[in-house]
């Protein structure tokens, strides 16, 4: 199989050709090592590959076959390696499958390697001193997002279709946005975390995926949505595959439209731009668009405090349990700075700022669910400026506690938390582009609790309104150097 045809081909697309017997899944898994040999020493996404310990029958799976990359966190492969990105989980090796991981198994995925991950997925740029930075494939200069950035490189410069991600503060849809791709966050419950977690930061983090198609992502979530048994709770199953929403008319929509964030961090001029634009085409597509009110349900510095002790008092637990399990002191030869202030800050939330914290979280779902129930979709752009230069995050970070951490990835990210918070679904969709630098511009929609279905019924219109897949990095397997 050469290059230029299989990075042509998404995960639903490939997995169609190997059921029809036109490739075999040798030679695609083939072609999926062969462009990680060719992009990824210039954007060092992936932390580690192995020989494949899956063989699905073509056909015999929704994915089977498919080329697919976890990332170092979250996902437990027995007999692989989690390392979370940190020297204090160096050679950690998973046990047993998670359940997530034997979902992906049932699709038919084909897992060869791990990507890479901010230390403890604690940032919104993937620069961890243990693998060193994921550079971004459109300016290897600049970030990849976090913390799936691995993930979000890795697909965007066609090693694999689609990857998994997580997402706790954006973690999915800022890669999404930066990478020049498709990341939808689904509703909380709705992905299980188990056995290990009942859930991570308290209900704010989830998995999903990275794609570069629509159809790829709701594939995939068809496959991996579902309850297991003692979870805390789920979410209500949809009425049909989400793969099927992908080419339903969505309707007229009721879309409000927050420009500026809620923190104060203006929205940069090639981003509001970019707004504007996706405005006028989704009234060109019979949208009602309006800018909209959207209370917080709480002031954005008390969203920061509670956000903090959530995340601080959750980090400090695991840093603990790993250095009792791996008889490792915690200080800075095993976590980096801004994770060992966030570790100190978490040792001092006390029981009842937690709980204070819970109840700022509860303020904020109901606020946000009364918008949706005046509105079908909120659009916001997903980050307020362009992809950033490596290093942005790391300057003054020395100086900062937990709380400052925490502040410095709300500012930088300050659409993206509170849907974590509420628990509602929302996507990144990579419809523009700077005209300046070419880099991607994700705008994020938004949808009530549950309502995945709704934002995939207006992922694919808009991916068929204004398509993206012929907009490629200039790291790109792809591409004519490559064989």
């Not at 998404?10 to 898994?29: F, I, N, Q, R």
């Not at 929403?245 to 090639?270: C, F, H, K, M, N």
């Not at 700075?337 to 700022?360: E, K, M, N, W």
Request: charged share 20%; glycine share 10%.
């Amino acid at each position: 199989m050469r290059m230029s045809e299989y990075v042509s081909f998404d995960a639903v697309g490939l997995a169609e050709l190997m059921a029809k017997g036109e490739v075999t899944p040798a030679e695609v898994e083939t072609a999926a090592r062969e462009a990680a040999r060719a992009v990824d020493p210039r954007i060092n996404a992936i932390v580690e590959t192995w020989p494949a310990d899956d063989a699905p029958g073509p056909g015999s799976a929704p994915l089977a076959g498919v080329p697919f990359l976890i990332k170092d966190i979250g996902v437990s492969m027995a007999g692989r390696r989690m390392e979370l990105g940190s020297r204090l989980a160096l050679g950690a090796v998973a046990r047993a499958d998670s359940f997530l991981m034997a979902r992906f198994r049932r699709a038919g995925l084909v897992t060869f390697g791990r990507t890479a991950t901010p230390e403890m997925a604690y940032s919104i740029t993937t620069e961890p001193l243990l693998y060193g930075a994921t550079r971004n494939p459109w300016d290897p200069a600049r970030s990849a997002g976090g913390s799936s950035g691995g993930a979000g490189a890795a697909v965007a410069a066609g090693v694999v279709p689609v990857a998994h991600a997580t997402d706790a503060a954006g973690s999915l849809r800022v890669p999404a946005a930066c990478n020049g791709l498709f990341g939808l966050k689904p509703t909380r419950g709705r992905v299980s975390m188990g056995p290990d977690f009942d859930e991570v930061f308290n209900g704010l983090a989830v998995h999903g995926s990275l794609s570069r198609t629509v159809r790829d992502s709701a594939a995939l979530l068809d496959q991996i949505r579902g309850p297991e048994p003692g979870d805390p709770y789920s979410a209500r199953q949809p009425s049909r595959p989400y793969a099927e929403e992908v080419t339903r008319d969505p309707g007229s929509l009721r879309i409000g439209v927050l420009a500026q964030a809620w923190g104060g961090r203006r929205t940069a001029p090639p981003v509001a731009d970019a707004l504007s634009r996706t405005v006028r085409l989704l009234v060109s597509l019979g949208h009602r668009v309006e800018e909209a009110e959207v209370p917080l349900g709480a002031g954005w510095e008390e969203f920061v405090l509670a956000n903090a002790r959530l995340m601080t008092a959750n980090l400090t637990a695991q840093v603990d349990e790993l250095a009792t399990a791996f008889g490792r002191p915690v200080d800075s030869s095993t976590l980096e700075p801004v994770t060992l202030a966030g570790y100190h800050y978490g040792q001092r939330v006390s029981g009842a700022q937690f709980v204070t914290a819970l109840t700022i979280r509860n303020r904020v779902a109901r606020s946000l669910a009364r918008y949706f129930d005046a509105y079908d979709i909120l659009l916001t752009p997903t980050l307020p400026e362009l992809p950033v230069p490596l290093g942005t995050y790391a300057e003054g970070a020395e100086a900062l506690d937990g709380l400052g951490w925490i502040d410095r990835i709300n500012d930088r990210s300050p659409f993206t938390m509170a849907f974590n918070v509420a628990g509602t679904p929302a996507m990144s969709v990579p419809l523009t582009a700077d005209p300046e630098t070419g880099l991607p511009i994700g705008m994020q929609f938004a949808a009530g609790h549950g309502l995945e279905g709704r934002l995939f019924r207006l992922a694919g219109q808009l991916e068929q309104a204004s398509p993206w897949s012929d907009r490629t990095p200039t790291v790109w397997a792809g591409s004519p150097t490559v064989p």
